[in-house]
Each structure stands twice: as structure tokens, then as C-alpha cells.
């Protein structure tokens, strides 16, 4: 049953990550925030922002006012501000705390409408479980791999 259990973390913290993908893609940084922990960091840039007030202020600051849901009546062909897709997620477990690592890309639309890659790279993330309660990010760093309109030298 241990084996079961250990799946069942890894399936719970899946939903964690991909759900900041959607949250992030939608616009709405409240939801976004709520997958930290309250004290939780996020790094990116050579920047740290601690605390999950201060993350969702930090998110809100870069998207909409007041997102809408697709699932809302007249919202269903309402288009995502970008997309967010992970791919090789590696989930190692230990006891109420785990580590995960996901690449990822994000993809926009640029000024004429068409769909670019706006940049690559790589979350790495700890979270934790307090009790019984859910799987939360406690730190996550984006490493980037290359942004794509950075000049080659």
C-alpha cells in the first residue's frame, strides 16, 4: 500500500503544477497564490518574493483585472493569454515534503496575432504537506534556458 500511497502524492502534486500552468495562462493570480504556502517564495529573475500575498500581488500586476472563466456562460471561446506547457515533471518524495522538477515553455501571442515562444526553461520546486492538508509549493525557482529574442553571440 506504501507504493500506492506514494503514487497517489506524486498524482496530487501533479495537479499542483499543472494547475499553476491553467491559473497562470487564465490570468488569475488569487488562484495562482492560493498553490503556495503562505510563507512560500517564488524566484525568478535573480528575484525572491516571499509570502503568498506577495506573489499574488506580483501576478496581479502582470495580468488582468478581473479574469474570466472559460467555463462561464459566454466565455467558452474566451482565448488564454498564453500557454504554459510542462512536460518531464520528476516528483521524488520524502515523507510531507517533496521536490519536483518540470520544463516548461510559454507561448504568446506577438503583435500580428501569431503564436511565439516567449521563453524556456525549467521550474524547480519544493513543497510541502502540513497534516492533512493539501500539497502546497513552498519555494519555486524558474531557471531559464534561453529566451528566444536574446541575440546569439
Known sequence: M?????????LEIRDVLERYMRYNDDGDAERLASLFHPDGTFQTSA????????????????????????????????EPR?????????????????????DFQVVARNAEGRATVKLVGRFRDRLRRDGDGP???????????????AKTS
Open 135 to 149: 500539497w502546497l509549493i513552498e519555494c519555486r525557482t524558474v531557471v531559464s534556458v534561453a529566451k528566444p529574442e
Open 47 to 78: 528575484q525572491s518574493h516571499t509570502g503568498r500575498d506577495v506573489i499574488a500581488a506580483l501576478f496581479r500586476a502582470a495580468m488582468p483585472a478581473t479574469p474570466s472563466q472559460w467555463t462561464e456562460e459566454g466565455h467558452v471561446f474566451d
Open 82 to 102: 498564453s500557454l504554459h506547457l510542462g512536460s518531464n515533471p520528476i516528483v521524488d518524495l520524502d515523507g510531507d515534503r517533496a521536490t519536483a522538477e518540470t
Open 2 to 10: 506504501a507504493d500506492v500511497a506514494q503514487w497517489i502524492d506524486r
